[in-house]
């Protein structure tokens, strides 16, 4: 059972008609995303979202690596997403399915070809050592829309990161502890983020950030990956029944507005999480004859 | 009435609970299972609860029951109602999903109000029904069995059979509140539901001429937000005034 179980003939047409009088089934407007809900764990780069019912887990982690060969310069970056049981019960532990290849896939040409985390900046000593940035992507609860909620919540996990501090002394390589460096945030090029878009009805209905439901009744989608100055860095259209073109220009436009609303807002819960860190981080932890666990609020 | 008592599964039913009117059989409700039936006069009904819940008792209708507490798994049990979805059908049955991602269950062709081989209706994959839990079977593999008649009478009592238009809305299993709606919506023309115990609930507003899609919507919205904020009712009053002005369905 690898495939989501099919929508019945009577929601499927109820979908479409309700669209067809520009009503959702959420009561939201076609360019309305659902409530947003982003927050952050107790290490650096542990991201929880919950985009409506859809709920994500990223996990960033960094480790010091040989660099590859014939780039000698660049670090590593690689983003992984696996679907788990947990998600669906149409996911299996393990085997992958067109969803995950094809999510993976917008991630990969989004957040890491147009080079939203510089790379070159993770070299410590060419050729020999550099860092490997990974996120891990979890996804705990599925009700649609999965590329945007893992795009969001990447960008904010990469924002968020801290990797320990390293530095080349007579040729070898020193990585700090926590403890002993603050850390140090990786450099972020700018801020991609993707908006997906589903097709109704000819694609005289466009809406964003569907539901599962909403997705299973749609006919095509397109997705746009958009940074919050108007690049357009990705714009893809793999299936489903032809897009009007004049749609795809306008809902670009659309897309900028969302991408500048949510890069605002999770750029307001990141300024709000690393005040808080630094309230009650390192004057405790400094202090000197304070061994014991950092008390944490 | 004694104190509410709270079972957890394989716990037994004290005797003290049981209900001692004897001229009726004892009837059990979903999540119970009986392990032995009084053989003599002195001996008693031992009962176990398969699911955790609120054990309630009816001395009336000398009925035992389990109130189960929202979940999203829905094990078929007998006599339940549920909303069905046809997935194939074969020579004898149509094959139904009731749950996704489980074990298709079986529903007769001719199980249907006046259903002869001439008459039987002919549902399309994807088409739903409004059917009842005829026999679970025993043991794993079993197939659940559905009817849409009741076999005592040949008719489809509560309104079984297929259910054609609407809207599904999927909330917890267990789930069965709807107040308010109808007395706000009356001037609309009311609305047709029905309630499955696999978590779904259907809605048709046919007679609501042009605003049949919002006030669809608008049941389903009352539904799935009294579901997941465990709403009391005071708060799903106040819910269904905000979604039906949010909705423009009333002043």
């Known amino acids: ?297 | 009435m004694s104190a509410p008592l709270v079972l957890l599964p394989s716990d037994e039913v004290p005797q003290d609970h049981l209900p001692t009117n004897n001229s009726n059989p004892l009837r059990l409700g979903p999540g119970l299972r009986i392990l032995s039936q009084p053989s003599s006069k002195g001996s008693n009904h031992v009962l176990t609860a398969t699911q955790a819940g609120l054990l309630t008792t009816d001395a009336k209708r000398n009925t035992v029951s389990l109130l189960s507490f929202p979940n999203r798994r829905y094990i078929p049990t007998v006599n339940d109602f549920v909303i069905a979805q046809i997935h194939h059908s074969s020579v004898d049955f149509f094959h139904c999903m009731v749950t996704p991602h489980t074990a298709h269950a079986l529903l007769g062709q001719l199980s249907f109000e006046g259903a002869s081989k001439k008459t039987r209706p002919m549902l399309k994959q994807g088409e739903l029904v409004y059917a009842r839990v005829q026999s679970v079977g025993v043991g794993a593999g079993a197939e659940v069995e559905l009817t849409c008649v009741n076999p005592a009478t040949g008719k489809a009592d509560g309104g079984l059979g297929p259910l054609t238009g609407g809207m599904v809305f999927d909330v917890s299993t267990g789930l069965v509140v709807l107040s308010e709606l109808g007395k706000k919506l009356e001037s609309l023309g009311g609305f047709e539901i029905a309630v499955g115990r696999n978590g779904k609930v259907w809605v048709d507003c046919s007679n609501a001429a042009e605003s049949a899609v919002k006030v669809t919507i608008a049941i389903g919205r009352c539904l799935q937000e009294t579901d997941q904020q465990n709403l009391h009712t005071h708060d799903q009053k106040k819910l269904v005034m905000k979604i039906l002005r949010d909705m423009k369905l009333v002043s």
């Not at chain 1, 801020?191 to 589903?198: A, D, E, G, Q, Y």
């Not at chain 1, 004049?246 to 999480?273: F, G, P, R, S, Y």
């Open chain 1, 1 to 297: 059972m690898s495939k989501e179980a099919q929508l019945s003939i009577a929601e499927r047409d109820f979908i479409l008609e309700a669209l067809r009088e520009n009503v959702r089934l959420d009561g939201r407007q076609p360019d309305d995303y659902r409530p947003l809900d982003l927050s952050f764990g107790e290490e650096y780069g542990h991201v929880k979202l919950q985009l409506g019912k859809t709920n994500i887990i990223v996990r960033i982690s960094a480790e010091v690596t040989k660099p590859r060969e014939d780039r000698p310069f660049d670090g590593l970056f690689n983003i992984n997403l696996e679907l788990s049981a947990m998600g669906s019960p149409a996911w299996e532990n393990g085997r992958t399915n067109d969803i995950e290849a094809y999510a993976t896939n917008i991630l990969d040409r989004i957040i890491r070809h147009s080079n939203a985390l510089d790379t070159e900046s993770l070299c410590i000593l060419k050729g020999v050592s550099c860092w490997s940035i990974r996120a891990d992507v979890h996804i705990i609860d599925y009700d649609g829309n999965i590329t945007d909620a893992a795009c969001i919540a990447i960008m904010a996990g990469l924002q968020h990161f801290r990797r320990p501090d390293a530095v080349v002394k007579d040729g070898r390589v020193i990585v700090y502890g926590v403890e002993q460096r603050v850390p140090v945030a990786l450099n972020i090029t700018h801020k991609p983020l993707s908006v997906t878009f589903h097709t109704f009805n000819d694609s005289k209905h466009v809406i964003v950030d569907a539901t599962l439901k909403e997705e299973q009744a749609a006919e095509g989608d397109i997705v746009i990956g958009i940074n919050s100055v108007g690049d357009v860095c990705y714009l893809s259209k793999y299936a489903g029944s032809p897009a009007d073109a004049m749609a795809i220009v306008n809902k670009t436009n659309v897309a900028w507005e969302k991408v500048k609303e949510i890069n605002v807002a999770v750029e307001k819960v990141l300024q709000a999480d690393l005040a808080k860190r630094a309230k009650i981080g390192m004057a405790d932890e400094s202090r000197a004859e304070n061994d014991r666990l950092v008390q944490t609020e």
